[in-house]
Nanobody
């Protein structure tokens, strides 16, 4: 069983910064990419960013410039640095891992490209 464990969420002030982490563990797991989605109350889960172990990154248009995704292959971990936090960043962030290069290349922004999901970490930004 592969587990993705997110950490780093919490209550933040608007304008501040936050770094989310996600570590993969469990049985031998070879992923091609790890990424982040987010979900606001009453809304569908949406793509945020993805990092591939070949060094490619994908970002949703609404986060480009404020968020940076990075990864550490040795630690099977991916990180999301969030700057200039806004109240609308108050959502649950989910980590996801994808094993298929073709699915990620074709549709990195779609949930169907990912095989494993974390439980989510809440980020709350107060104004």
């Amino acid at each position: 069983q592969v587990q993705l464990v997110e950490s780093g969420g919490g209550l933040m002030q608007a304008g501040g910064s936050l770094r989310l982490s996600c570590a993969a563990s469990g049985r031998t797991f070879s992923s091609y990419a790890m990424g982040w989605f987010r979900q606001a109350p009453g809304k569908e889960r949406e793509f945020v960013a993805t990092f591939t172990w070949t060094g490619d990154t994908y970002y949703a248009d609404f986060v480009r410039g404020r968020l940076t995704i990075s990864g550490d292959n040795a630690k099977n971990s991916v990180y999301l640095q969030m700057n200039s936090l806004r109240p609308e960043d108050t959502v649950v962030y989910y980590c996801a891992a994808a094993a298929s290069r073709s699915r990620v290349s074709d549709s990195a922004t779609r949930e169907a490209a990912y095989d494993y999901w974390g439980q989510g970490t809440q980020v709350t930004v107060s104004s």
